[in-house]
């Protein structure tokens, strides 16, 4: 158990808000960034908090613009020892905008140069774990046709084509390592790249609100929903070993200036489609009362990630696609049943 203080902005998503959670519930002191007193009310009165009976560890300090220069200063005081960057604009699914680098990619980079910049300050600042993205290290074509090319943390591909503005670097790995590089500060940084992130979701509090994450994949199959137009690359893992392996990241047994995938071996071949069996067998009432007619189909590609380094750093993961699936669907059940008022006593 650790008192140390950690700061962490994001805390009002998914990832960060049970990565809050885990590092809570491991004696951490932590200070919430976030952009407003609503967020802020909204993740210190979510019932899985408030369970927890920590408002002794949680504190939380204002930044509204997290992309100005100096945003970070008074966030990252002489008493924080690490810091979880889980905050990013980017969106769940592709932008459609022709804006994509302006409305998204620049402000990723931009609040992770000013979280950097505000840890240099600091000399109490020991390390920065860094959310960052699968999606910076692979060839794309490889997410959605099988090349038989395996990435892993450490592998990184040059700027991809597309609406991003020449010469600037366009995922945060990439800005974070050229700043460090230069700049050379007294702390290190980890970089941690899930894949889609799946299982219960603390600050979803509507079935609608699980259309605008990673869940929505295997629900929206489950529901019965078209088949997916194009096949999509297997590569899951579940909430709660992505949130464990964020807070383990801060162990100094751990070497810095590290990169790791997190992704559910790809040796192990689960499918997207085994979510079916794994709901007929652990909701048979609900597939029998049509909540979930199971009529969807998406065709996997094979898993193109490598974790190898990850679980050799932090150990096996927790929890496998079967665990993440039976989460998700318990969770839109009690908030279907929420909706609806009635009483359908169909969770596992």
Same mark, same amino acid.
């Given at each position: 158990?650790?008192?140390?203080?950690?700061?962490?902005?994001?805390?009002?998503?998914?990832?960060?808000?049970?990565?809050?959670?885990?590092?809570?519930?491991?004696?951490?002191?932590?200070?919430?960034?976030?952009?407003?007193?609503?967020?802020?009310?909204?993740?210190?009165?979510?019932?899985?908090?408030?369970?927890?009976?920590?408002?002794?560890?949680?504190?939380?300090?204002?930044?509204?613009?997290?992309?100005?220069?100096?945003?970070?200063?008074?966030?990252?005081?002489?008493?924080?020892?690490?810091?979880?960057?889980?905050?990013?604009?980017?969106?769940?699914?592709?932008?459609?905008?022709?804006?994509?680098?302006?409305?998204?990619?620049?402000?990723?980079?931009?609040?992770?140069?000013?979280?950097?910049?505000?840890?240099?300050?600091?000399?109490?600042?020991?390390?920065?774990?860094?959310?960052?993205?699968?999606? /910076?290290?692979?060839?794309?074509?490889?997410?959605?046709?099988?090349?038989?090319?395996?990435?892993?943390?450490?592998?990184?591909?040059?700027?991809?084509? /597309?609406?991003?503005?020449?010469?600037?670097?366009?995922?945060?790995?990439?800005?974070?390592?050229?700043?460090?590089?230069?700049?050379?500060?007294?702390?290190?940084?980890?970089?941690?790249?899930?894949?889609?992130?799946?299982?219960?979701?603390?600050?979803?509090?509507?079935?609608? /609100?699980?259309?605008?994450?990673?869940?929505?994949?295997?629900?929206?199959?489950?529901?019965?929903?078209?088949?997916?137009?194009?096949?999509?690359?297997?590569?899951?893992?579940?909430?709660?070993?992505?949130?464990?392996?964020?807070?383990?990241?801060?162990?100094?047994?751990?070497? /810095?200036?590290?990169?790791?995938?997190?992704?559910?071996?790809?040796?192990?071949?689960?499918?997207?489609?085994?979510?079916?069996?794994?709901?007929?067998?652990?909701?048979?009432?609900?597939?029998?009362?049509?909540?979930?007619?199971?009529?969807?189909?998406?065709?996997?590609?094979?898993?193109?990630?490598?974790?190898?380094?990850?679980?050799?750093?932090?150990?096996?993961?927790?929890?496998?696609?079967?665990?993440?699936?039976?989460?998700?669907?318990?969770?839109?059940?009690?908030?279907?049943?929420?909706?609806?008022?009635?009483?359908?006593?169909?969770?596992?």
């Amino acid at each position: 158990m650790s008192s140390e203080l950690i700061l962490l902005t994001g805390a009002s998503g998914n990832i960060g808000f049970r990565t809050l959670r885990f590092a809570l519930e491991h004696g951490y002191r932590v200070r919430a960034v976030v952009r407003s007193q609503q967020k802020a009310d909204a993740v210190q009165n979510n019932r899985a908090l408030i369970e927890l009976k920590a408002d002794s560890q949680l504190s939380f300090v204002e930044v509204p613009d997290f992309t100005v220069p100096n945003a970070f200063d008074k966030a990252v005081t002489d008493d924080v020892k690490y810091i979880i960057h889980c905050a990013s604009p980017m969106p769940f699914s592709a932008p459609t905008t022709d804006h994509a680098y302006e409305e998204y990619i620049k402000p990723a980079v931009d609040s992770t140069l000013e979280v950097l910049r505000s840890a240099a300050k600091r000399p109490s600042v020991g390390r920065v774990v860094i959310t960052s993205s699968c999606i /910076g290290v692979i060839d794309l074509a490889a997410a959605f046709s099988d090349t038989g090319k395996v990435f892993t943390g450490d592998t990184r591909q040059p700027n991809m084509d /597309g609406p991003f503005e020449p010469g600037t670097p366009s995922f945060v790995a990439y800005a974070a390592e050229e700043w460090m590089g230069k700049h050379q500060p007294h702390f290190d940084i980890i970089h941690l790249m899930p894949t889609y992130v799946l299982g219960r979701n603390d600050m979803c509090d509507s079935v609608a /609100g699980m259309q605008l994450d990673s869940n929505s994949i295997p629900l929206n199959f489950m529901l019965g929903t078209e088949a997916s137009p194009q096949p999509m690359a297997m590569v899951v893992n579940h909430i709660d070993d992505c949130a464990r392996i964020h807070v383990k990241a801060l162990a100094p047994r751990i070497e /810095g200036n590290q990169s790791f995938m997190i992704c559910y071996d790809c040796d192990s071949k689960p499918q997207w489609n085994d979510a079916k069996g794994i709901v007929e067998k652990h909701f048979p009432e609900a597939v029998k009362a049509g909540l979930l007619p199971c009529r969807g189909d998406v065709l996997s590609v094979p898993s193109i990630l490598d974790s190898k380094k990850t679980v050799e750093t932090f150990g096996d993961f927790k929890y496998t696609y079967e665990d993440a699936v039976v989460s998700l669907v318990n969770q839109y059940l009690e908030l279907r049943e929420k909706e609806s008022g009635h009483v359908n006593g169909l969770k596992d």
